[in-house]
RNA sequence: GUGGCUGUAGCUCAGUUGGUUAGAGCAUUGGAUUGUGGUUCCAAGGGUCGGGGGUUCAAAUCCCCUCAGCCACCCCA
Protein backbone atom coordinates (compact mmCIF):
# COMPACT_ATOMS: atom_id res chain seq x y z
CA UNK A 1 0.00 0.00 0.00
CA UNK A 2 1.98 3.47 -1.09
CA UNK A 3 1.96 5.95 2.04
CA UNK A 4 0.77 9.61 0.81
CA UNK A 5 3.31 11.79 2.09
CA UNK A 6 1.57 14.61 4.74
CA UNK A 7 2.29 17.86 3.69
CA UNK A 8 0.46 21.18 3.34
CA UNK A 9 0.41 23.52 -0.08
CA UNK A 10 3.15 25.84 -0.38
CA UNK A 11 2.35 28.80 1.37
CA UNK A 12 -0.34 27.48 3.49
CA UNK A 13 -0.45 26.24 6.89
CA UNK A 14 -2.44 24.09 9.97
CA UNK A 15 -3.54 26.09 12.73
CA UNK A 16 -2.75 23.58 15.87
CA UNK A 17 -4.34 24.57 18.86
CA UNK A 18 -1.36 26.04 20.95
CA UNK A 19 -1.09 28.86 17.75
CA UNK A 20 -5.17 28.60 17.16
CA UNK A 21 -5.93 29.98 20.93
CA UNK A 22 -4.07 33.01 20.84
CA UNK A 23 -4.61 33.38 17.28
CA UNK A 24 -8.38 33.52 17.88
CA UNK A 25 -8.05 36.16 20.28
CA UNK A 26 -6.67 38.78 17.56
CA UNK A 27 -9.67 37.97 15.80
CA UNK A 28 -11.66 38.39 18.73
CA UNK A 29 -10.16 42.41 19.09
CA UNK A 30 -10.79 43.05 15.54
CA UNK A 31 -14.34 42.23 15.56
CA UNK A 32 -15.06 43.84 18.46
CA UNK A 33 -14.09 47.09 17.75
CA UNK A 34 -15.40 46.48 13.88
CA UNK A 35 -19.07 46.17 15.92
CA UNK A 36 -18.32 49.11 18.08
CA UNK A 37 -17.60 51.33 15.31
CA UNK A 38 -21.08 49.61 13.49
CA UNK A 39 -20.01 47.29 10.67
CA UNK A 40 -22.42 44.43 10.37
CA UNK A 41 -20.88 41.16 9.59
CA UNK A 42 -20.77 39.83 5.86
CA UNK A 43 -19.54 36.27 4.22
CA UNK A 44 -18.96 35.53 1.05
CA UNK A 45 -17.79 32.18 -0.88
CA UNK A 46 -14.54 31.19 -0.95
CA UNK A 47 -14.77 30.75 -5.19
CA UNK A 48 -16.12 33.59 -7.43
CA UNK A 49 -16.86 33.69 -11.07
CA UNK A 50 -12.69 34.43 -12.38
CA UNK A 51 -14.28 37.31 -14.53
CA UNK A 52 -15.77 38.99 -11.60
CA UNK A 53 -12.59 38.87 -10.21
CA UNK A 54 -10.11 39.83 -12.85
CA UNK A 55 -9.76 43.25 -14.78
CA UNK A 56 -9.17 45.46 -12.03
CA UNK A 57 -5.60 45.31 -11.29
CA UNK A 58 -3.55 43.95 -13.84
CA UNK A 59 -0.67 42.91 -12.17
CA UNK A 60 -2.61 41.35 -9.63
CA UNK A 61 -4.58 39.30 -11.87
CA UNK A 62 -1.72 36.90 -12.21
CA UNK A 63 -1.34 36.20 -9.21
CA UNK A 64 -5.23 34.42 -9.01
CA UNK A 65 -5.43 30.80 -8.20
CA UNK A 66 -7.76 29.62 -10.48
CA UNK A 67 -9.95 26.24 -10.22
CA UNK A 68 -9.53 23.27 -12.62
CA UNK A 69 -11.23 20.27 -11.49
CA UNK A 70 -9.28 16.98 -11.79
CA UNK A 71 -11.87 15.45 -13.80
CA UNK A 72 -13.21 17.87 -15.57
CA UNK A 73 -15.91 16.62 -17.78
CA UNK A 74 -16.62 19.90 -20.14
CA UNK A 75 -14.53 22.61 -20.99
CA UNK A 76 -14.63 25.58 -19.33
CA UNK A 77 -16.34 28.64 -20.97
CA UNK A 78 -14.96 32.00 -19.78
CA UNK A 79 -18.48 32.55 -18.02
CA UNK A 80 -18.28 29.19 -15.94
CA UNK A 81 -14.88 29.49 -14.95
CA UNK A 82 -14.01 29.84 -11.44
CA UNK A 83 -11.29 30.77 -9.23
CA UNK A 84 -10.25 31.62 -4.80
CA UNK A 85 -10.47 34.94 -3.81
CA UNK A 86 -7.85 36.80 -4.26
CA UNK A 87 -9.33 39.36 -1.70
CA UNK A 88 -12.28 40.60 -0.05
CA UNK A 89 -13.50 44.02 -1.09
CA UNK A 90 -13.87 42.80 -5.11
CA UNK A 91 -16.64 40.21 -3.44
CA UNK A 92 -17.81 43.11 -1.90
CA UNK A 93 -18.47 45.26 -4.71
CA UNK A 94 -20.23 42.43 -6.58
CA UNK A 95 -22.92 41.77 -3.46
CA UNK A 96 -23.36 45.94 -3.01
CA UNK A 97 -24.33 45.08 -6.93
CA UNK A 98 -25.96 42.37 -6.57
CA UNK A 99 -28.43 42.87 -3.45
CA UNK A 100 -30.76 46.28 -3.87
CA UNK A 101 -31.88 45.58 -0.76
CA UNK A 102 -28.67 46.38 1.65
CA UNK A 103 -28.96 49.86 3.72
CA UNK A 104 -26.88 52.84 2.59
CA UNK A 105 -24.73 53.63 3.92
CA UNK A 106 -23.50 49.58 4.32
CA UNK A 107 -21.16 49.01 6.84
CA UNK A 108 -20.13 45.76 7.02
CA UNK A 109 -17.10 43.84 8.40
CA UNK A 110 -15.62 40.41 6.65
CA UNK A 111 -12.93 38.16 8.27
CA UNK A 112 -12.03 35.20 5.68
CA UNK A 113 -9.11 33.80 3.98
CA UNK A 114 -7.93 34.69 0.47
CA UNK A 115 -5.83 33.63 -1.66
CA UNK A 116 -2.91 34.89 -3.84
CA UNK A 117 0.07 32.89 -6.15
CA UNK A 118 3.01 34.78 -5.15
CA UNK A 119 5.70 33.39 -3.85
CA UNK A 120 5.64 32.79 0.37
CA UNK A 121 7.85 34.57 2.72
CA UNK A 122 6.97 33.82 6.35
CA UNK A 123 9.47 36.32 8.01
CA UNK A 124 7.62 38.88 5.63
CA UNK A 125 4.38 38.09 6.75
CA UNK A 126 3.41 36.66 3.37
CA UNK A 127 1.40 33.91 2.38
CA UNK A 128 -0.49 32.26 0.15
CA UNK A 129 -3.60 31.36 2.03
CA UNK A 130 -3.97 34.44 4.30
CA UNK A 131 -6.71 36.28 6.41
CA UNK A 132 -8.13 39.05 5.59
CA UNK A 133 -10.49 41.29 8.40
CA UNK A 134 -11.97 44.30 6.14
CA UNK A 135 -13.93 47.47 7.15
CA UNK A 136 -15.67 49.46 4.35
CA UNK A 137 -18.36 51.84 4.14
CA UNK A 138 -19.96 51.80 1.03
CA UNK A 139 -22.79 54.88 -0.15
CA UNK A 140 -21.07 58.26 0.64
CA UNK A 141 -18.44 60.55 -0.32
CA UNK A 142 -17.70 61.99 2.87
CA UNK A 143 -13.86 62.25 3.96
CA UNK A 144 -15.88 61.21 7.15
CA UNK A 145 -15.90 57.97 5.94
CA UNK A 146 -12.33 57.84 5.29
CA UNK A 147 -11.73 59.30 8.73
CA UNK A 148 -13.25 56.58 10.41
CA UNK A 149 -11.69 53.64 8.68
CA UNK A 150 -8.54 55.46 10.08
CA UNK A 151 -9.90 55.47 13.47
CA UNK A 152 -10.33 52.61 13.45
CA UNK A 153 -7.25 50.94 12.10
CA UNK A 154 -5.89 53.13 15.18
CA UNK A 155 -7.93 51.45 17.78
CA UNK A 156 -7.55 47.98 17.06
CA UNK A 157 -3.57 48.17 16.78
CA UNK A 158 -3.66 50.51 20.02
CA UNK A 159 -6.07 47.42 21.23
CA UNK A 160 -3.85 44.86 20.06
CA UNK A 161 -0.80 46.97 22.31
CA UNK A 162 0.97 47.98 19.44
CA UNK A 163 3.32 50.77 20.37
CA UNK A 164 4.75 52.21 17.99
CA UNK A 165 2.92 51.99 14.53
CA UNK A 166 2.57 54.55 11.46
CA UNK A 167 -0.72 55.00 9.14
CA UNK A 168 0.76 56.38 6.38
CA UNK A 169 -1.96 58.82 4.40
CA UNK A 170 -1.94 60.16 0.59
CA UNK A 171 -4.43 60.12 -1.80
CA UNK A 172 -4.61 58.79 -5.52
CA UNK A 173 -6.19 62.31 -6.31
CA UNK A 174 -3.22 64.58 -5.30
CA UNK A 175 -0.64 61.68 -6.65
CA UNK A 176 -2.17 61.89 -10.42
CA UNK A 177 -1.83 65.78 -9.89
CA UNK A 178 1.66 65.54 -8.64
CA UNK A 179 2.31 63.36 -11.56
CA UNK A 180 0.85 66.09 -13.91
CA UNK A 181 2.55 68.31 -12.08
CA UNK A 182 5.79 66.72 -13.11
CA UNK A 183 5.85 65.34 -16.11
CA UNK A 184 3.15 67.04 -18.15
CA UNK A 185 1.29 64.27 -18.95
CA UNK A 186 -0.96 62.26 -16.45
CA UNK A 187 -0.37 58.80 -18.46
CA UNK A 188 3.21 58.61 -16.55
CA UNK A 189 0.39 58.49 -13.15
CA UNK A 190 1.20 54.38 -12.68
CA UNK A 191 4.86 54.38 -13.43
CA UNK A 192 5.48 57.33 -11.49
CA UNK A 193 3.75 56.12 -8.21
CA UNK A 194 5.29 52.58 -8.58
CA UNK A 195 9.13 54.64 -8.67
CA UNK A 196 7.94 56.73 -5.61
CA UNK A 197 6.63 54.11 -3.72
CA UNK A 198 10.17 52.27 -3.92
CA UNK A 199 11.94 55.05 -2.22
CA UNK A 200 11.95 53.87 1.65
CA UNK A 201 13.71 50.93 0.36
CA UNK A 202 15.99 52.37 -2.48
CA UNK A 203 16.66 55.27 -1.61
CA UNK A 204 16.59 58.59 -3.99
CA UNK A 205 19.25 57.51 -5.89
CA UNK A 206 17.81 54.68 -6.74
CA UNK A 207 14.34 56.11 -7.65
CA UNK A 208 15.84 58.87 -10.27
CA UNK A 209 17.17 55.97 -11.85
CA UNK A 210 13.79 54.69 -12.09
CA UNK A 211 12.26 58.15 -12.91
CA UNK A 212 14.71 58.12 -15.74
CA UNK A 213 13.92 54.87 -17.12
CA UNK A 214 10.17 55.81 -17.38
CA UNK A 215 10.76 58.93 -19.07
CA UNK A 216 9.72 61.23 -16.07
CA UNK A 217 12.20 64.06 -15.55
CA UNK A 218 14.16 62.86 -12.78
CA UNK A 219 15.62 66.04 -11.31
CA UNK A 220 12.39 67.77 -11.28
CA UNK A 221 10.53 65.31 -9.83
CA UNK A 222 13.09 64.35 -6.82
CA UNK A 223 12.98 68.13 -5.95
CA UNK A 224 9.41 68.48 -6.00
CA UNK A 225 9.20 65.18 -3.85
CA UNK A 226 11.65 66.03 -1.28
CA UNK A 227 9.90 69.17 -0.69
CA UNK A 228 6.74 67.57 0.18
CA UNK A 229 8.20 65.12 2.66
CA UNK A 230 9.43 68.29 4.70
CA UNK A 231 5.85 69.69 4.82
CA UNK A 232 4.44 65.77 5.42
CA UNK A 233 4.80 63.54 8.08
CA UNK A 234 3.79 63.06 11.65
CA UNK A 235 2.69 66.92 11.83
CA UNK A 236 1.81 67.75 8.62
CA UNK A 237 2.24 71.45 7.14
CA UNK A 238 -0.98 71.30 4.65
CA UNK A 239 -0.53 75.20 3.97
CA UNK A 240 2.90 74.94 2.90
CA UNK A 241 2.16 72.08 0.57
CA UNK A 242 -0.92 73.58 -1.22
CA UNK A 243 2.03 76.38 -2.01
CA UNK A 244 4.56 73.39 -3.67
CA UNK A 245 1.98 72.42 -6.08
CA UNK A 246 0.52 75.31 -7.51
CA UNK A 247 -2.30 75.46 -9.29
CA UNK A 248 -3.20 72.01 -10.12
CA UNK A 249 -6.64 71.39 -9.48
CA UNK A 250 -6.24 67.44 -8.95
CA UNK A 251 -3.40 68.00 -6.77
CA UNK A 252 -5.42 70.65 -4.83
CA UNK A 253 -8.30 68.84 -4.52
CA UNK A 254 -6.84 65.75 -3.89
CA UNK A 255 -4.79 67.19 -0.73
CA UNK A 256 -8.03 69.25 0.45
CA UNK A 257 -9.54 65.67 0.82
CA UNK A 258 -6.59 64.70 2.95
CA UNK A 259 -6.21 67.50 5.42
CA UNK A 260 -9.92 66.96 5.77
CA UNK A 261 -9.52 63.07 6.41
CA UNK A 262 -6.72 63.85 8.27
CA UNK A 263 -8.37 66.29 10.89
CA UNK A 264 -11.56 64.26 11.38
CA UNK A 265 -8.96 61.03 12.15
CA UNK A 266 -7.11 63.35 15.16
CA UNK A 267 -10.68 64.03 16.22
CA UNK A 268 -11.54 60.60 16.09
CA UNK A 269 -9.10 59.97 18.77
CA UNK A 270 -6.23 59.24 16.76
CA UNK A 271 -2.84 60.24 17.92
CA UNK A 272 -0.64 62.54 15.96
CA UNK A 273 2.35 60.29 16.08
CA UNK A 274 1.09 57.32 14.70
CA UNK A 275 -0.87 59.13 11.36
CA UNK A 276 1.65 60.79 8.73
CA UNK A 277 0.68 62.56 5.19
CA UNK A 278 3.17 60.39 2.82
CA UNK A 279 3.42 61.58 -0.53
CA UNK A 280 5.44 58.73 -0.98
CA UNK A 281 2.80 56.40 -0.51
CA UNK A 282 1.34 54.76 -3.47
CA UNK A 283 -0.19 51.72 -3.18
CA UNK A 284 -0.45 49.08 -6.09
CA UNK A 285 -4.34 48.36 -6.41
CA UNK A 286 -5.43 50.19 -9.74
CA UNK A 287 -9.21 50.55 -8.19
CA UNK A 288 -8.19 53.40 -5.48
CA UNK A 289 -9.60 56.74 -6.76
CA UNK A 290 -9.21 58.91 -3.46
CA UNK A 291 -7.39 58.71 0.15
CA UNK A 292 -5.44 55.95 0.03
CA UNK A 293 -3.75 54.47 3.53
CA UNK A 294 -1.34 51.54 4.91
CA UNK A 295 0.28 50.90 8.48
CA UNK A 296 3.86 49.80 8.95
CA UNK A 297 5.99 49.29 12.00
CA UNK A 298 8.60 51.29 12.57
CA UNK A 299 10.31 48.56 14.48
CA UNK A 300 10.06 45.65 11.98
CA UNK A 301 10.47 47.50 8.50
CA UNK A 302 10.78 44.08 6.58
CA UNK A 303 7.91 43.26 7.41
CA UNK A 304 5.02 44.34 5.37
CA UNK A 305 2.11 46.75 5.82
CA UNK A 306 -0.35 45.47 8.59
CA UNK A 307 -3.35 47.35 7.46
CA UNK A 308 -3.74 48.74 3.84
CA UNK A 309 -6.67 50.45 2.41
CA UNK A 310 -8.51 53.72 0.69
CA UNK A 311 -11.74 55.04 -1.20
CA UNK A 312 -12.63 53.59 -4.41
CA UNK A 313 -15.36 54.98 -5.63
CA UNK A 314 -15.47 53.61 -9.42
CA UNK A 315 -15.13 49.94 -8.46
CA UNK A 316 -19.36 49.29 -7.85
CA UNK A 317 -19.70 50.17 -10.85
CA UNK A 318 -17.97 47.34 -12.84
CA UNK A 319 -20.71 45.13 -11.80
CA UNK A 320 -23.51 47.53 -11.77
CA UNK A 321 -25.16 50.56 -13.60
CA UNK A 322 -25.57 52.43 -10.02
CA UNK A 323 -21.97 54.16 -8.75
CA UNK A 324 -21.95 53.28 -5.71
CA UNK A 325 -18.88 55.22 -3.59
CA UNK A 326 -16.78 53.71 -1.41
CA UNK A 327 -14.04 53.35 1.33
CA UNK A 328 -12.90 50.50 3.52
CA UNK A 329 -9.36 48.97 5.06
CA UNK A 330 -7.92 45.56 5.16
CA UNK A 331 -6.39 44.33 8.45
CA UNK A 332 -3.50 41.45 7.78
CA UNK A 333 -4.28 38.65 10.66
CA UNK A 334 -1.17 36.91 9.71
CA UNK A 335 0.57 40.11 9.32
CA UNK A 336 -0.11 40.96 12.99
CA UNK A 337 0.50 37.49 13.99
CA UNK A 338 4.00 37.83 12.71
CA UNK A 339 4.96 41.26 13.88
CA UNK A 340 3.76 39.98 17.75
CA UNK A 341 5.52 36.95 17.20
CA UNK A 342 8.46 38.91 15.90
CA UNK A 343 7.78 41.37 19.23
CA UNK A 344 8.03 38.25 21.19
CA UNK A 345 4.57 38.73 22.36
CA UNK A 346 2.96 36.19 20.61
CA UNK A 347 2.83 33.48 23.03
CA UNK A 348 1.43 29.70 22.68
CA UNK A 349 -1.12 28.35 24.72
CA UNK A 350 -1.77 24.81 24.53
CA UNK A 351 -5.65 24.46 25.77
CA UNK A 352 -8.18 26.77 27.25
CA UNK A 353 -9.51 23.98 29.35
CA UNK A 354 -9.59 25.36 32.98
CA UNK A 355 -9.83 21.88 35.17
CA UNK A 356 -9.09 18.36 34.99
CA UNK A 357 -10.93 15.96 36.79
CA UNK A 358 -8.39 13.28 37.78
CA UNK A 359 -9.50 9.90 37.18
CA UNK A 360 -8.42 8.04 40.75
CA UNK A 361 -10.29 4.49 40.63
CA UNK A 362 -12.68 2.84 38.99
CA UNK A 363 -15.23 3.49 41.89
CA UNK A 364 -14.98 7.10 41.80
CA UNK A 365 -16.05 7.06 37.65
CA UNK A 366 -19.55 8.47 38.10
CA UNK A 367 -18.62 10.73 40.67
CA UNK A 368 -16.16 12.74 38.66
CA UNK A 369 -18.77 12.68 36.02
CA UNK A 370 -21.21 14.04 38.15
CA UNK A 371 -18.17 17.10 38.97
CA UNK A 372 -17.71 17.53 35.23
CA UNK A 373 -21.41 17.95 34.32
CA UNK A 374 -21.76 20.49 37.32
CA UNK A 375 -18.80 22.52 36.30
CA UNK A 376 -20.02 22.37 32.99
CA UNK A 377 -23.35 23.67 33.70
CA UNK A 378 -21.63 26.84 35.61
CA UNK A 379 -19.79 27.36 32.86
CA UNK A 380 -16.17 26.06 33.45
CA UNK A 381 -14.26 24.45 30.78
CA UNK A 382 -13.68 20.88 31.97
CA UNK A 383 -11.80 17.81 30.66
CA UNK A 384 -12.25 14.22 32.49
CA UNK A 385 -9.34 11.57 31.87
CA UNK A 386 -10.77 8.81 30.62
CA UNK A 387 -8.38 6.02 31.80
CA UNK A 388 -7.16 4.38 34.87
CA UNK A 389 -3.92 5.80 34.17
CA UNK A 390 -1.63 7.02 37.77
CA UNK A 391 -1.76 10.27 38.99
CA UNK A 392 1.68 10.71 37.85
CA UNK A 393 0.22 10.88 34.36
CA UNK A 394 -2.42 13.13 34.43
CA UNK A 395 -0.71 15.69 36.43
CA UNK A 396 1.82 15.47 33.87
CA UNK A 397 -0.86 15.87 30.98
CA UNK A 398 -1.89 19.17 33.36
CA UNK A 399 1.34 20.20 33.45
CA UNK A 400 2.12 20.33 29.63
CA UNK A 401 -1.12 21.19 28.91
CA UNK A 402 -0.99 24.61 30.90
CA UNK A 403 -4.12 23.45 32.52
CA UNK A 404 -4.53 25.63 35.95
CA UNK A 405 -6.46 23.20 38.14
CA UNK A 406 -6.79 19.63 38.82
CA UNK A 407 -9.55 18.03 40.73
CA UNK A 408 -9.08 14.56 43.05
CA UNK A 409 -11.81 12.94 44.18
CA UNK A 410 -10.43 9.59 45.28
CA UNK A 411 -11.93 7.56 48.09
CA UNK A 412 -10.86 9.71 51.04
CA UNK A 413 -12.76 12.60 49.42
CA UNK A 414 -15.71 10.84 48.87
CA UNK A 415 -16.24 9.62 51.90
CA UNK A 416 -15.97 13.08 53.19
CA UNK A 417 -18.08 14.67 50.69
CA UNK A 418 -15.30 17.23 49.48
CA UNK A 419 -12.96 17.16 46.59
CA UNK A 420 -9.09 18.14 46.37
CA UNK A 421 -8.46 21.36 43.99
CA UNK A 422 -4.72 21.82 43.21
CA UNK A 423 -3.15 24.70 41.69
CA UNK A 424 -0.03 23.96 39.35
CA UNK A 425 1.14 27.20 39.38
CA UNK A 426 1.08 27.83 42.83
CA UNK A 427 1.39 23.90 43.56
CA UNK A 428 -0.99 24.56 46.82
CA UNK A 429 -3.70 22.25 47.05
CA UNK A 430 -7.20 22.75 49.25
CA UNK A 431 -9.97 20.98 49.65
CA UNK A 432 -13.75 22.37 49.08
CA UNK A 433 -17.00 20.47 49.78
CA UNK A 434 -18.22 19.25 46.35
CA UNK A 435 -21.05 21.66 46.25
CA UNK A 436 -18.61 24.45 46.20
CA UNK A 437 -16.56 23.60 43.63
CA UNK A 438 -17.71 25.83 40.71
CA UNK A 439 -17.68 28.52 43.08
CA UNK A 440 -14.25 28.08 44.41
CA UNK A 441 -12.93 27.47 41.18
CA UNK A 442 -14.36 30.35 39.45
CA UNK A 443 -13.35 32.63 42.25
CA UNK A 444 -10.01 31.55 41.82
CA UNK A 445 -9.48 31.53 38.38
CA UNK A 446 -11.04 35.13 38.67
CA UNK A 447 -7.92 35.94 40.67
CA UNK A 448 -5.90 34.63 38.49
CA UNK A 449 -7.24 36.78 35.09
CA UNK A 450 -8.62 33.50 33.70
C1' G B 1 8.01 36.53 -11.82
C1' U B 2 13.92 37.48 -10.83
C1' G B 3 18.26 36.24 -7.91
C1' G B 4 20.77 33.62 -3.81
C1' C B 5 21.23 29.94 0.27
C1' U B 6 19.88 25.28 2.56
C1' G B 7 17.86 19.99 2.74
C1' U B 8 20.63 14.04 8.01
C1' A B 9 15.15 11.27 13.71
C1' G B 10 8.97 14.94 15.43
C1' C B 11 12.44 19.69 16.43
C1' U B 12 17.66 21.86 16.57
C1' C B 13 21.95 20.03 14.67
C1' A B 14 27.01 16.88 14.50
C1' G B 15 28.93 13.43 10.98
C1' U B 16 36.95 14.11 9.44
C1' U B 17 40.61 13.65 2.70
C1' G B 18 34.38 9.24 0.28
C1' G B 19 35.56 3.81 4.38
C1' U B 20 32.40 -1.17 8.75
C1' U B 21 26.05 -1.27 11.83
C1' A B 22 24.67 7.25 10.60
C1' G B 23 25.12 9.99 16.17
C1' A B 24 23.83 13.90 20.13
C1' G B 25 20.51 17.24 22.68
C1' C B 26 15.43 18.31 23.11
C1' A B 27 10.70 15.92 22.47
C1' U B 28 7.93 11.03 22.89
C1' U B 29 7.00 6.26 25.55
C1' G B 30 8.19 3.10 29.72
C1' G B 31 10.69 2.56 34.45
C1' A B 32 13.10 4.43 39.25
C1' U B 33 8.09 6.45 42.11
C1' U B 34 0.57 2.03 43.18
C1' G B 35 -2.63 9.64 45.98
C1' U B 36 0.15 14.55 42.72
C1' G B 37 3.28 17.87 37.48
C1' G B 38 8.00 20.98 36.26
C1' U B 39 14.11 18.69 38.51
C1' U B 40 17.15 14.18 38.32
C1' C B 41 18.63 9.13 36.81
C1' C B 42 17.93 4.60 33.65
C1' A B 43 15.97 2.39 29.29
C1' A B 44 13.33 2.06 24.73
C1' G B 45 11.10 3.41 20.19
C1' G B 46 11.88 6.58 16.18
C1' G B 47 16.12 7.39 9.84
C1' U B 48 13.67 6.09 1.90
C1' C B 49 20.46 10.83 5.00
C1' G B 50 14.38 15.38 0.39
C1' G B 51 13.68 12.28 -4.44
C1' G B 52 15.91 10.21 -9.04
C1' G B 53 20.19 9.20 -11.85
C1' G B 54 25.60 9.04 -12.29
C1' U B 55 31.07 8.37 -10.69
C1' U B 56 33.43 4.60 -7.38
C1' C B 57 35.54 -1.62 -4.72
C1' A B 58 32.75 1.80 -1.43
C1' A B 59 28.45 7.89 -1.37
C1' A B 60 24.99 11.37 4.00
C1' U B 61 29.87 13.02 1.80
C1' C B 62 31.70 13.99 -5.25
C1' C B 63 28.74 15.24 -10.12
C1' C B 64 23.94 16.07 -12.82
C1' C B 65 18.69 16.60 -12.69
C1' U B 66 14.47 17.35 -9.78
C1' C B 67 11.44 18.60 -5.58
C1' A B 68 10.91 21.22 -1.11
C1' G B 69 12.07 25.00 2.43
C1' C B 70 14.24 29.66 3.58
C1' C B 71 16.21 34.73 2.36
C1' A B 72 16.33 39.22 -0.73
C1' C B 73 13.78 41.67 -4.77
C1' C B 74 8.91 42.46 -7.10
C1' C B 75 4.22 43.10 -5.08
C1' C B 76 1.21 43.31 -1.12
C1' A B 77 -2.25 41.92 3.92
Known amino acids: MLRIEPRTFRGTRDFLPSELIPRRRIVRVIEEAYRRYGFQPLETPAIEYLDVLTGKSEENDKLIYEIRRARGDAEETAESAIALRYDLTVPLARVAAQYATLPRPFKRYQIQPVWRADRPQPRQGRYREFVQCDADILGTESPLADAEILALTHEVLTALDFEDFR???SSRKFLAGLAHVVTGDVRHFGAFCRCLDKLDKIGWDGVESEFQANDIPATAARSLVTQLM??????????ATRKLVGSNAAALNGLAEIETVYTAA???????????????????LDYYTGAIFETVLP???HLGSLTGGGRYDGLVATFSKENVPA?????GLDRIQTAL????????????????????????VAKSLELAAT???AGVRVEIWYDNDRMKKQFAFA???QIPFVAVCGPDERERGIVSVKNLATQQQVTVPEADLAAHLHAALATMGK
Open 167 to 169: IRL
Open 230 to 239: ATGGESPDFS
Open 266 to 284: LDLGVSRRSLAFDATLARG
Open 299 to 301: GLP
Open 327 to 331: TGTSI
Open 341 to 364: TQLERFKAEPSETQVLIARFDDAG
Open 375 to 377: LRR
Open 399 to 401: DQQ
